[in-house]
């Protein structure tokens, strides 16, 4: 059985006005220390300094900041907070995998603090931590429970980076913290709790691409976080022409949602496809910078019982393929409640993993994870979405008894 922990709320309190230097990069934090009148020759050495504490050392407080005079830190301390979102739940399933539900704080008056999942999953060699870039979605994908959610707003870069920052104290990831229990984080010598990141939570990354790209710099900063963007991969659901901007002004590994070897097909699965078909799409990732074999594009492809998985269409997929260093990442369906499909059968998906495998391409069935939290691929709907639509349902069903 999962071990579901549901976090204890503080009574409620105003939010504070104090802008948080958790999550901003080193712009953003040279012009905080400028608000507070910091000489301009200092600028460069105080920026280093709050950079090491926040990003390599995880300090939670001003005051442990020992290499910054007392008189700044209270100064600091007065004008700012290291504040991270809420943590309002976190689930650890049966397998290790944990579902963290943030609470953001609000950024205007509209805002009534946006909700977001983020997932960590724990192997013997790596620490993955699947990060959301959006509240909610826009892309109505048929298959995906996260695309039910309708869109909020974008996540700004330092609500992305905070993810990691919240996964990082929780598993213990920066020095002087203790790991949790044993067996919940990689125990591979010398690899840390979060080694990689992929960018598969809530939303569309090239949607919010100045964002996505701008967290992850941040992370990718070998002074701070230090993720080699070789272990950082922004998943898209198709944006043909935000493609190239990424590869060349970022320079992250890249993954395709593609689950359809066919228009007609993919228009239905993945509605973005009627803007950005198969054709544009592979086109985009043929010219992808940087693609090699060394820096191979995933295809993830979501195996749907009778719908996708026949051996025409994997061998339809090794000739779509042709020429594009890649591997095939076969995703088992993961079920959500009310969902119109059914997982392939597991031969079905051995013959066809076999079939891509010799043609030459690395295609694993990759092993569900957190599926018994709703924590797996496609299945991430933030804790609110889930109550309005429950109560929708409840009032529904109480109107046809009427």
């Not at 544009?280 to 993830?300: H, K, Q």
């Not at 591997?327 to 997982?343: H, M, Q, T, V």
């Not at 079905?348 to 797996?376: C, H, K, Q, W």
Request: hydrophobic residues 40%; contains cysteine.
């Amino acid at each position: 059985m999962p071990l579901a922990l549901t976090l204890a709320r503080p009574p409620p309190s105003p939010a504070s006005s104090k802008l948080s230097l958790a999550g901003l990069n080193r712009l953003e934090l040279g012009a905080a220390l400028r608000a507070l009148d910091i000489p301009e020759r200092d600028i460069r050495m105080r920026v280093a300094q709050l950079w090491h504490w926040i990003y390599f050392r995880g300090a939670r407080d001003f005051h442990a900041m020992l290499n910054i005079s007392k008189p700044l830190r209270s100064r600091l301390s007065e004008a700012f907070t290291l504040a991270l979102p809420e943590l309002v739940a976190e689930q650890v399933s049966s397998d290790g995998t944990r579902k963290w539900l943030l609470r953001f704080r609000p950024v205007d008056a509209h805002d009534k603090g946006a909700e977001i999942e983020c997932v960590y999953i724990p192997e013997s060699d790596r620490g993955t931590l699947c990060v959301s870039s959006q509240v909610g979605c826009t892309l109505n994908c048929s298959f995906c429970h996260t695309g039910t959610q309708r869109l909020a707003r974008n996540l700004t870069a330092p609500e992305i980076i905070a993810q990691l920052l919240v996964a990082r104290q929780r598993l213990g990831d920066f020095p002087g913290l203790d790991k949790p229990v044993a067996g919940l984080v990689p125990s591979g010598e010398g690899v840390r709790a979060v080694s990689n990141i992929v960018f598969m939570g809530m939303g569309e990354p090239l949607y919010n691409l100045d964002n996505v790209m701008a967290a992850v710099e941040t992370m990718a900063d070998g002074d701070g976080l230090s993720l080699s963007k070789r272990r950082i991969t922004v998943s898209t659901s198709g944006v043909a022409p935000q493609i190239e901007r990424l590869g060349a002004e970022c320079g992250p590994m890249l993954a395709i949602s593609l689950h359809a070897v066919r228009d007609d097909l993919r228009n239905k699965l993945v509605p973005l496809n009627k803007k950005y078909p198969i054709g544009e799409l592979l086109a985009a990732c043929r010219d992808y910078p940087g693609v090699s074999n060394a820096r191979r594009i995933t295809f993830e492809y979501v195996m749907l019982k009778g719908v996708n998985d026949t051996p025409a269409e994997a061998r339809q997929l090794v000739r779509l393929l042709k020429g594009i260093p890649a591997k095939i990442n076969l995703i088992p369906f993961n079920p959500w409640p009310g969902a119109p499909y059914e997982c392939s059968d597991w031969e079905t998906m051995e013959r066809f993993s076999e079939i891509v495998f010799n043609a030459g391409y690395a295609s694993p069935v990759r092993t569900p994870r957190g599926r018994d939290i709703l924590a797996a691929c496609g299945q991430l709907k933030s804790e609110t979405e889930r109550l309005r639509a429950g109560a929708k349902m409840a009032t529904e069903r109480s109107c046809l008894l009427k």
